[in-house]
């Protein structure tokens, strides 16, 4: 049995972890921007934003790369522009299997944690 004392340290180190990563963010932020000055409210609504979208881009290239060798998205190449992505619709059998499988894994697993 825990006791109110372990959950409320518990409690603690999950916030002090939660604040760290937003630290490390912040801090982020102003080592790739030197220059910058902001207020807290300007910090919140600005450049935490920036930074996730950052991190989020890196994950969706490697993201739509690997879609790219499985053939499922087809990727264009412009002259002087970033390349545009669209559905392999040639593939949609394939695609509609990837997407199934990973719903049917989803609610297994939901279902073998409710039963």
Not at 37 to 58: C, H, K, Y
Request: proline residues 3%; hydrophobic residues 40%.
């Amino acid at each position: 049995m825990c006791s109110c004392a372990n959950r409320s340290a518990l409690l603690i180190r999950q916030e002090e972890a939660t604040d760290l990563d937003v630290a490390k963010q912040i801090l982020r932020y102003f080592y790739r921007n030197p220059k910058a000055a902001d207020t807290v409210e300007g910090v919140a609504r600005w450049r935490l934003l920036e930074e996730m979208i950052q991190s989020n881009l890196e994950t969706v290239m490697k993201a739509m790369a690997w879609l790219v060798t499985q053939g499922l998205l087809v990727k264009e190449s412009r002259p002087a522009s970033a390349p545009l992505f669209r559905l392999n619709t040639a593939e949609s059998k394939k695609i509609e299997k990837l997407l199934t499988q990973g719903t049917r894994a989803h609610k297994r697993g939901k279902q073998e944690t409710k039963g």
